[in-house]
């Protein structure tokens, strides 16, 4: 009698999903307290801008480095070595005396997070079938989408919870605390987050493994499983990669037009993450505890938009048996949804018709997110990990550092409707790009059949 698979990949799932939810809720939280640490701080709507975009300029230009170096030396270490960094400069974040002070952590704090998508795409790659790629993609975008608008009503609660008297008054009277009880709550609530994230990087360093076969309690059963339909020149353990690498990876037409259709969707998501609350509250003036829901929505919506558009896209690689149609029509059709909605915003009169058109635009986005997630690692195969550097570089560097800036410059002269007829001309241009990649063709050159690029089987079902 057979053995049954085991499913210990189930568990590498639950460490990725984690810290899917942890990326977006960090990042993000900034946003939800940026009126109070403004103030605090002394902060104009000007430098705010750079501090958030000088965190996705860090996280953009060291994703290449990252990625490499996930390649070269597994992600079991690159992972863990990108959560400690960036949940130390999440911790420090929460002790800015100013301006320069709290540009320079969430700088560092991009420069620790580089890496880490590149990283959960290695592993992803390693740990489950190429079928299923689409739906674990759909899987951890939801976590981390959510992550990004849980912080919303989750960061603002725990400053509340922080400046409660029961709580001051309990940090009051122990030793050593007791000057926390004076302290701003979005300071503690940084420190907080700081210390969830070095909880995660000792459990998954001492129980994580890049290579299935190497993990205790992983039978043969699930080996093949994990296995099927793998191409013969995926091996995505630790490979070195030379300068016949990097120039292909650099004149690669399909990654430029993901990287550059990455950066369009990028410089307009943003919006949802940095200038969101701002326009809401400057535009509608809704009450505190109804801003946070608006502010939560669009991106609870593009979570399930990312599972939907996974199990979709896979579903079409398998009754079509086309993997190219079953991945790059999924962001096509979500990126002109995206736009048209975005472009719309301008002509509403109230909020719930602005945040019923962000949640459409959301989803949209995220509709092709996990299809986009497939394309990339189908193109970068054992090199996953440098090519999602790339493309986040130019994404992050491009459209999420650029939009912060760009975005306060024009609503500030004028006004808010420029901005969202800026964001459906951008938009445009990604749904454009999506007509170019390839994900059935790798990259890089196989030695073994000669080819360059690598181009794959399609896999019916």
């Not at 030793?175 to 459990?203: D, E, K, M, N, Q």
């Not at 505190?288 to 669009?298: I, S, V």
Request: net charge positive.
């Amino acid at each position: 009698m057979r053995a049954r698979a085991t499913r210990v990949r189930y568990g590498v799932m639950t460490f990725l999903c984690v810290l899917a939810f942890l990326t977006y809720f960090d990042r993000v939280c900034i946003a939800s307290a940026q009126g109070e640490i403004s103030r605090d701080l002394g902060l104009t709507s000007q430098q705010m801008g750079l501090i958030l975009g000088g965190f996705w300029l860090a996280y953009g230009l060291f994703e290449i480095p990252s990625g490499w170096l996930g390649d070269r030396y597994g992600s079991r270490r690159t992972l863990s070595r990108i959560v400690l960094a960036w949940s130390v400069f999440t911790a420090l974040s929460g002790s800015a005396a100013g301006f320069m002070s709290l540009f320079l952590y969430r700088f560092l704090f991009g420069v620790g997070e580089a890496g880490a998508f590149p990283n959960m795409a290695r592993v992803q790659n390693a740990w489950f079938a190429v079928r299923a790629q689409g739906r674990v993609g759909g899987v951890l975008w939801l976590i981390a989408r959510w992550g990004g608008a849980l912080s919303y009503i989750i960061f603002p609660t725990l400053m509340a919870g922080i400046d409660s008297r029961t709580f001051r008054r309990f940090l009051s009277h122990i030793p050593g605390l007791s000057a926390l009880a004076s302290t701003a709550s979005w300071r503690i609530g940084f420190w907080i987050c700081g210390c969830i994230g070095l909880i995660w990087v000792v459990l998954f360093y001492w129980w994580f493994r890049d290579d299935p076969a190497q993990k205790r309690g992983v039978n043969d059963a699930e080996l093949e499983l994990i296995h099927r339909d793998r191409p013969p020149d995926i091996h995505p353990m630790h490979h070195h990669a030379g300068a016949k690498i990097w120039a292909a990876l650099f004149s690669s037409g399909s990654l430029w037009a993901v990287a550059i259709a990455y950066m369009c969707s990028s410089f307009v998501w943003s919006f949802f993450v940095s200038w969101m609350p701002k326009y809401l509250n400057d535009k509608f003036h809704p009450a505190a505890n109804e801003l946070h829901w608006m502010n939560t929505g669009p991106l609870l919506v593009g979570g399930a938009a990312c599972l939907l558009g996974g199990w979709m896209s896979d579903r079409l690689v398998r009754v079509t048996g086309r993997p190219r149609l079953g991945r790059v029509i999924f962001p096509i059709v979500g990126l002109a949804i995206f736009g048209a909605s975005m472009y719309s915003i301008q002509f509403v009169h109230s909020a719930r018709a602005a945040v019923a058109l962000m949640c459409l635009a959301s989803f949209g986005n995220d509709l092709g997110q996990a299809a986009a997630w497939a394309t990339t690692i189908g193109i970068g195969g054992v090199y996953a990990g440098t090519a999602f550097g790339f493309i986040n570089t130019t994404a992050n560097a491009g459209g999420n550092f650029l939009q912060p800036v760009i975005a306060a410059r024009i609503f500030t002269l004028y006004g808010w409707k420029p901005l969202f007829t800026l964001y459906g001309a951008v938009l445009a241009l990604g749904c454009a790009l999506w007509f170019i990649p390839d994900p059935t063709r790798r990259f890089y050159r196989d030695d073994a059949t000669g080819g360059f690029p690598v181009s794959i089987p399609e896999q019916p079902d």
